[in-house]
């Protein structure tokens, strides 16, 4: 609830019913908090493919080229358990028409010609600690080496829940300070806090900060609704 509808029903009730000296009215406003903490995980992509067109010698070929992949990247350092269980695999089509003219006997003849070409993809992920920057671009140049494409899909949290209990007392207390500051302006007290809910993770946004990993930051957001005792 807006603090401007929050306020204006208070000036109604007092409008309707009067208020007497110590009278206490449900106040409720919202409180936001966010913390700012080092991503501690990040993950690599890897995939290799094949252009075969027939799908049986394909599937051999990304898994052979795979587990040579794979080879390369322990010889770098990644541990099994740095390599997540089980591969995706897909198969992308390139389809493009164009249209080709030429000249037969004094006479232009065009014709439409379609071309298409199919690739059988096969990937895997890495999960790092975000703070070894030189792990990190060994890995990748470990794969690319290898003849695979490597990139940095994403940086996480490991564990999100001291930096989420941290978001939601500023929540709280973001909540409060809004509260007292309607409470007064409206010519009254702020008392207790009668009742919490705290809305689900607002999730964690990442957020860019200088070019290693310890730069890379993520957002820990909390949000509550939380109903004080208004005293007039």
Partial sequence: ???????????????????????????????????????????????????????????????????????????????????????????????????????????????????????????TVIRLQAKDESGIDKVLDAARSAGANAYVAGYYLKDSSDARAEARKKALADARKNAAAIAADAGGSLGKAMDIFAYPDLGIDYSYGGGSGEGRMMDVNSRVMVTYEFIL
């Fill in 1 to 123: 609830m807006k603090w401007s509808v929050v306020l204006f029903c208070v000036i109604i009730w007092n409008a309707l019913f009067g208020a007497a000296v110590g009278d206490v009215y449900p106040l409720t406003v919202e409180g936001v908090g966010t913390v700012t903490v080092p991503a501690d995980i990040v993950t690599i992509s890897v995939s290799v493919e094949s252009s075969n067109e027939n799908i049986t010698q394909a599937q051999y070929e990304v898994g052979e080229e795979m587990n040579r992949v794979i080879s390369a990247l322990k010889k770098a350092g990644v541990k099994d358990e740095e390599i997540l269980p089980g591969q995706g695999s897909g198969i992308s089509s390139f389809q493009s028409s164009s249209k080709v003219c030429k000249t037969v006997n004094n006479t232009t003849v065009c014709e439409n010609v379609t071309e298409s070409a199919s690739t059988l993809q096969r990937s």
